[in-house]
């Protein structure tokens, strides 16, 4: 079942984060349908949070799309060279999102396998933020659609993970928030080989 619009625009972009561990990521790009499982997701709570693109309420030509209704992609490019996918929550002019950093693959192992340049199926697939965005086809060209439609869209397919499995920890490469980047705003499927190697403080 297609996640609704009532999962994305609660207030709680912390709860949120943790609830997508354990949905499943589709896109259908070029007709062709990749997805996987997400094992890995960091949340930014907007104005308040100084790792968040939007703190202080910073308005730009890249961040406007956070301020839209929750269920909204947000996709930048870090570094000039990665593709990075978000999913906006919270209501119409409240920038929170949730960056997806690692997902396990299911659909389309073989199209993601070409997009990335491998050959074989390994963590380094589709763990960390730009790898799984190369891998699903998504770029900055996707920013700003809905995830109601048939591009990219996440999926609660009944996969029950326990809660103790969930771990929170701080977010990757944020130490320039200060306070804020001690927050525990990650989280990964424990055990599971497709979280990245990315290191909080």
């Known amino acids: 079942m297609r996640l609704p619009e009532s999962f994305y625009v609660r207030s709680n972009v912390v709860k949120i984060a943790s609830e997508l561990i354990g949905k499943l990521l589709v896109t259908e790009i070029n007709g062709t349908r990749t997805s996987g499982i997400i094992v890995e997701t960091e949340a930014y709570a907007g104005v308040t949070d100084r790792a968040s693109h939007a703190y202080g309420g910073r308005h730009t030509s890249r961040t406007e799309v956070m301020y839209m209704p929750g269920g ?23 920038p ?25 199926l390994k963590p380094a697939l589709t763990a960390g933020p730009g790898a799984l965005s190369m891998a699903m086809g998504i770029t900055t060209a996707h920013t700003g659609i809905s995830l109601s439609g048939n591009r990219i869209f996440i999926e609660d397919t009944g ?12 977010r990757v490469g944020v130490a320039y928030a200060g306070a804020d980047a001690l927050l525990p705003y990650r989280f990964h499927l424990q055990g599971n080989r497709f979280v990245s190697k990315g290191k909080g403080l």
């Open 72 to 94: 909204t992609a947000y996709v930048y490019l870090c570094f000039g060279i990665h593709h990075l996918f978000n999913v906006v929550t919270n209501v119409s002019g409240v």
């Open 96 to 120: 929170h999102a949730v960056l997806i950093r690692g997902i396990e693959p299911l659909d389309g192992i073989e199209t993601m396998l070409a997009r990335r340049g491998k050959d074989k």
């Open 159 to 170: 996969n029950k993970i326990s809660r103790s499995r969930i771990i929170a920890s701080t």
